[in-house]
């Protein structure tokens, strides 16, 4: 029984002494804390291990303005992202020539090749235009809608393109696909739908709205390009993105008509996605201006 008393004895010590450790060492903070005025704010730092960044990479097909996509990509490892979305439409496509998709794809990849973190594929009408385009598609990547789960979020990548019929349309078999991933995953924190098309925009499209109903009750984002042009709208009382271009064509006319080249930064916290807009020329590598 004594050795019983000390052992609870030495764990409420071990709890305690963790509990006054101050917020310098709680963060692995090497410096002086004074017990009246520091020069800082307050030593709570944003270094919760659950929270983590991805980056979101547009549309670049439609009609492409070269030197923007390909010079994208090492800016993104600049700014470490843990993984690196993207919303279709990576190529030019609409061809049957298949040495040519083959071409466009090999580009692509190189491309892609750059990066230093995952990198997901979302299919657009641009990489999917016809049967022939969709089989080596499937053949070179594989699954063209897929789930993953990363840090308890839930990632849904849906093709609006199923099956190819140069309109937007989902399959029964993807619904069937995409309800289980919901189904196996209900408690996870929040849960993100990449897809080309901008699907709740678009007119009798068939599969949308019970891919949508499904989504109710939980917490969710839906990320799309297509359009080439940036909104953000609510549905159901959750943010819906239409994203604008990464060196796709664009009349690049400013923000306010929604006009201009970015990446979508998602910085993943316990209260849900902190989403900001990054300008492609604003990142920059540090030697623009060398001496």
């Not at 090497?30 to 020069?39: G, K």
């Not at 190529?91 to 998709?101: H, I, L, R, T």
């Not at 090749?113 to 009408?125: A, H």
């Not at 042009?229 to 604008?244: C, D, V, W």
């Amino acid at each position: 029984m004594r050795k019983i008393h000390i052992l609870l004895i030495l764990v409420c010590l071990a709890a305690w002494g963790c509990a006054s450790l101050n917020p310098a060492q709680r963060a692995g903070f090497a410096f002086t804390v004074e017990p009246a005025a520091n020069p800082w704010t307050h030593l709570e730092f944003k270094n919760n291990p659950a929270d983590f960044q991805f980056a979101v990479i547009s549309d670049r097909g439609g009609g492409e303005r070269p030197g923007i996509f390909d010079k994208m990509l090492p800016k993104l490892n600049l700014l470490q992202p843990e993984f690196v979305m993207s919303v279709g439409d990576l190529m030019e496509g609409y061809s049957e020539d298949k040495n040519e998709v083959v071409r466009q794809w090999n580009e692509l990849d190189g491309y892609v090749s750059q990066l230093e973190m995952p990198f997901f594929y979302v299919t657009g009408n641009h990489d999917y235009t016809n049967p022939m385009m969709a089989a080596y598609r499937q053949e070179r990547h594989g699954r063209t809608y897929y789930h993953f789960v990363y840090q308890d979020v839930l990632f849904l990548i849906v093709n609006s393109e199923d099956p190819t019929e140069k309109r937007p349309n989902m399959t029964d078999e993807q619904n069937a696909y995409l309800a289980k991933a919901l189904r196996d995953n209900p408690d996870v924190r929040w849960t993100f739908v990449f897809l080309h098309r901008p699907l709740w925009e678009e007119k009798e499209v068939y599969g949308w709205t019970t891919l949508e109903q499904n989504l109710q009750g939980r917490p969710y984002t839906v990320i799309a390009g297509h359009v080439h042009n940036y909104t953000k709208s609510i549905r159901h009382g959750r943010e819906y993105y239409t994203l604008a271009t990464t060196g796709g064509s664009s009349k690049l006319r400013g923000i306010e008509y929604g006009e201009f080249d970015h990446i979508l930064w998602v910085t993943m916290t316990e209260e849900g996605p902190r989403i900001a807009l990054l300008m492609c020329d604003g990142i920059q590598d540090t030697s623009i201006r060398m001496k």
